[in-house]
DNA sequence: CAGCAAAAAATTTGATCATATTGTGATTGG
DNA sequence: CCAATCACAATATGATCAAATTTTTTGCTG
């Protein structure tokens, strides 16, 4: 009786102690933040039941958190979408991404021991493959694990949950960017995290930080302008 | 933006025109932003259908919304409630809010005319009023209010949006530090705002704003320690 | 008669509710 | 003190109603 027939997406939504509209929220987020919804894109509840095989209450549910979260946009007349980002939003999440991340990145600093610098770098490594394979989807997950995981190490909760908001806004838009210019011309600051980790440079961590945000936001304000 | 047009006749309020959960979600919103609700207090889904006389999806949407606003959380076994904030967690607000607000100072300034910083002004003066008569529902009201409208003209919805989720989180434990303290000690930094605003003197704006959050966060960690 | 525009019907989608089901905490008897 | 049971609150579904968009029909003009 749990045999759920999925439809599309290749991720299952039985089987489980979570609740349901909890499933429905965790994988809509994979999706946007993936960037496996496009930009611009229409979501509806109705569509979402029929693919995703729950009832409405639980969908609705996941997509009020997601307007929330600012990972789709109400549009006025009850519809709802994936957000297309204006160069002035795109302007504004660089000095928070900045501002936020790199005191995630300052303070995770002290607290990683070597074998956790390993582990960041082995996941490093990883995404490495994904660029020149020209894995775009790969790179995307493995460059927000890589953030993630450094972050972690900050043990600051709510500077973190502002951070993963603002990945979860331009996630879609970043994924069109790497569709256009593909993942050879993404920016790689990773390498001197890693060696400013290694020399407990909170500082040169921080700045390290910034630029790699500042070059990926900034390819995607230019991928923004053509489109 | 469509206009909504009037009906000739009975200028009766049109409240049938929002979807109930979003009127459930502003109740809820300014019931917590105005410490309405204690820290700790739980809330009940079955509670809020009996008390606002709606049923029971308007209701649980509004309540997603706010646990991924950060104003309720998730007690883990099917509980929510009013969040209660660590030390750690008022700290990381500082830096967070020190570093948006400022910033959205920082930008307000270029743009408001004479007018707009009497607008401001004729705020803080009714915010005065509340603090020597005690108000304190007055005071968080007009206090928000103030920083409100001067964010506005930073014209930086992302900026914002973040700063608004923060005020959130903090609400319900700054209505507790009233209580305890009264207004009498509540700092006021907004006389030097509206001066440097006059001077249009942007980066003595956002030192000011600085100095009015710390200020006022600090006297909220402190309360938190004793409690 | 053709083409455009406006109006009306139909379909699709969203909002709300009533109800059944499931899981959690409390209580009471062993 | 532990465990089986009970009561209640939360989760989830489908039905129902309302709103909006799309499609079809109709009427008018050139």
Redesign the pocket.
């Known amino acids: 009786?749990d045999l759920?027939k999925n439809k599309a997406s290749g991720t299952k939504v039985d089987e489980g102690?979570?609740?349901?509209?909890?499933?429905?929220y965790q994988t809509l987020r994979s999706q946007i933040m993936y960037g496996e919804l496009v930009p611009g894109q229409?979501?509806?509840?109705?569509?979402?039941?029929d693919s995703l095989?729950?009832?409405?209450?639980?969908?609705?549910?996941a997509?009020r958190r997601l307007i929330s979260d600012g990972a789709l946009v109400?549009q006025?007349?009850?519809?709802?979408s994936v957000p297309l980002l204006s160069n002035a939003d795109v302007e504004q999440m660089i000095f928070a991404r900045i501002s936020i991340e790199s005191e995630l990145s300052r303070r995770a600093t002290s607290a990683m021991k070597p074998a956790d610098i390993d582990r960041l770098e082995r996941i490093d490594q990883r995404l490495d493959q994904t660029i020149t394979d020209g894995d775009v989807s790969g790179y995307l997950r493995l460059n927000h694990q890589f953030h993630e995981t450094l972050y972690a190490y900050a043990h600051a909760p709510i500077l973190n949950d502002l951070a993963e908001r603002l990945w979860l806004r331009f996630g879609p838009s970043l994924r069109v960017v790497c569709g256009r210019f593909g993942t050879h011309s993404l920016p790689d600051r990773h390498k001197d995290i890693i060696a400013a980790l290694r020399a407990q440079d909170a500082e040169k961590v921080a700045k390290a930080t910034a630029q790699d945000i500042e070059q990926g936001m900034e390819l995607m304000s230019d991928a923004l302008i053509r489109a």
Chains 1, 2 share one sequence.
């Open positions: 009786m759920i102690k979570q609740p349901a509209h909890e499933q429905v229409p979501v509806t509840i109705q569509g979402l039941t095989g729950v009832g409405m209450t639980p969908v609705r549910e997509i109400f006025g007349n009850r519809r709802v």
